[in-house]
DNA sequence: ATGAAAGCGCTAACAT
DNA sequence: ATGTTAGCGCTTTCAT
C-alpha cells in the first residue's frame, strides 16, 4: 500500500507537502502541485482513513440506533436515510439496540469508542443518562420519528394523527373500536392517547379492555395480539392498529377467524409502508411522509456536524390519512 | 476523553498492561487486572478504534454491494447480516449499485478509496473487470445469492428450486402456466430456466408468450407486469412469480380483475419473505435459507478476512417448497 | 513556499 | 509479569 511518504520520497519533497495537495491548501508551488498529483493519480495512492481520523478526530461515520425489532417501517425509513448519507459521503455504523438498559448501555460504550460524527436515533432511547452522556460527547444528536427535548428531531404529530384516524372510524358509524397497541415507546402512547381522545370526542366511553398491548410493532405481534382479544370476545366492529406491520397480522388472523375485512371489522393502520397498497383488502391508514422525513434527518444532522444553524430544533410534519379498502361504515 | 495513558498513570502501570488487559491477553497479575477493569468501569474508558485500526492496519469494516432497487427479500437478508457483522466487530459501507455499467464504475472506485477488510456482494455485477479489480486490490469478496466463479458464494440451487416450484403446479394439474419474470441478474434466467425445465418434464410445450419480463423484482414490478399479462389473455389457470415481491403485486392485480387466488389462478412465489405467510391468501412458495444465508455469508467472509482455510469455494444451501394457501388444484 | 518535528492513541516486539 | 520503545500514516504548528 503505498503511503504518503512514497510519494514524497518519489517526487523529492516532504511529506507535508504531498498533504498540502492531497487536502488541497494553498501555499504550494504550482509545479510540484502537478507532479504530486500525477503520482497521486499514477500510483492509485488514497490517505490513510484512520490515520487521517486519528489526528483529525472524527471519522465521517454516522452512527444510526436502531430497534433490535426492525419492522417494514424502519427498514424503508432507515434505507431512505442510508441513500442521503452516503449521497453527503457519510459512512454508518449501526447500532441494533433492545428497548432495555443493558442494551442501551451497550449500545452507548460503542458510541463513544467510535469517533461517530454524529448519531441518528431511529429508535427512541429509555435511560435519560443515555442523552446526557452522548451531549457531553458533543456528539451532533437528530431523533427521527420521535422527540426528545433538546436535540433536533424530525416526526409527525402523532397524537393527532391518530386522532384523524380514529375520526374516521367513528365517522363511519363505530362505537365499538378496540386498539392494538405496542408496549414500549413514546409514539405508542400518543398513538394511544389520540385513540382515546378520538373515543372522547365521539362520546364512546374509555374502556382499557378494548385496547391490547403488543410485544412488538412487527406483523407476528399483531397476529399473536389479534389472537388474544378474539380470545376474550367479537364484540368489536373495528380494530386500529398502532403500526402497519400491526395490522397487517391483525387482518391475517381476522380472516383465519372468518371475520370480513371491513365487512365485519374495519381495520386502521398507521404509517403507510410499502405494501399497504397491495394489501388485501388495501389498508386504511395514516401516510409518514418517509422520504422527507429521510431527507430532513439527513440534511438536519450534516448541518449539525458541519456547524451550521439547526432551522428548527423540532421538525414537524406533515401526515396523511389514506382511506383504502380496509374500512367500511359499520352495518 | 480518557486515554488508555490516563488509566495506566492512575493505576499506576504502563500503557502495555492496561492495553493487555483491555485486550483480554495473559500474563497480568490478577490483582492489577481487577484494578484496571474497575479504573475502566469507572472512568468509561474505550479504546480509540481509530487509532486501533491504524495499528493493526485494518479497518473492521466491511463494505455491501446493495441493488438500488432494493426489495424485502434484500432487506430481510441485509438486516440479519448487518446483525452478524456487528456480532463479528464489523462496521458496514454501502454501496447501492444499479445494474449499468456506469453506476459498477463508479462503485468499484468508491470500492477501492476506502480501505475495506473485506466485501460482500448482495447483487451480481455484470462487468467481469469488476472482479478482476477487486481481486487485484486483494480484498476478500462474497457472493451471497448468487455464484461467480473464482469467488466463495453462497446460494441455493435457484434452478432446481425453480423446477420443484413449477412442478407443484403441474403436479396440481395445471397446463397454461405464465411466468413473471425480471429482466436482470443470473438469478432470474435460472428461474426461468428451471420453469422451462419443469415444463418439458410435464409434457408440456414452451411458449416464450406466457413469459413476461418485469422491470425489477418488486411487488410494483410485480403489480405493472400483471396487468400487462392480463392485456394479452387470460388464457391461463397458474402464474409462477420470479420472486415474492413480485407475487404480492401479481396477487393483488388478480384480486382487482375479480379473478380469484387459488380458485381461478394459483400463484406461486420464490423466497419466501416475512409476509408470505401474512399474505391472503399465504403464499405457496421456495424459502431460501435467509438466516443461514446471513450467517455463512459472513462467517465465509470472517475467514477469508482473517486467513483461515474457506470451507468450499461455493455453498449451496437447501431450500424448502413450502406450500400454503395460494396454489390449488386445476378444476 | 516548504521542511522538521511533535504528536494523535494504540499495539507489539523486546528487554528485563 | 511488566515496562520501554518504536512505530502505524497522517496533519499541523513552528521555524525558516
Redesign the pocket.
Known sequence: ?V???DIAKQV??????V??V??GK????PK?REQILALIEETG?V??QA??N????RSFTVGIVIPYTFNMFQRQLFSIIERHLESFGYHTLFFFVKFDGASEKECLARLKSEKLDGVILLQEIRDQSFYEALSRLQLPVVASTFSFSGIPSIHIDEEQAAIDAVNHLTGLGHRKINMICGSDFTFGRQRMEGYYKALDAAGIERDTSRVLFARYYTAESGMYSMRELLLRNRDFSAIYAATDDLALGVIRILKDEGLRVPGDVSVVGFDDIEIADYMIPRLTTIRQPLEEMGSQTTQTLHRAITGNPLYTAEQILPYKLIIRESTARKN
Open positions: 500500500m503511503s504518503i511518504k523529492g519533497v516532504s511529506v507535508s507537502t498533504s498540502r492531497a487536502n494553498k501555499y504550494v508551488n510540484k495512492y490517505p490513510n490515520a487521517r486519528m489526528v483529525l478526530r
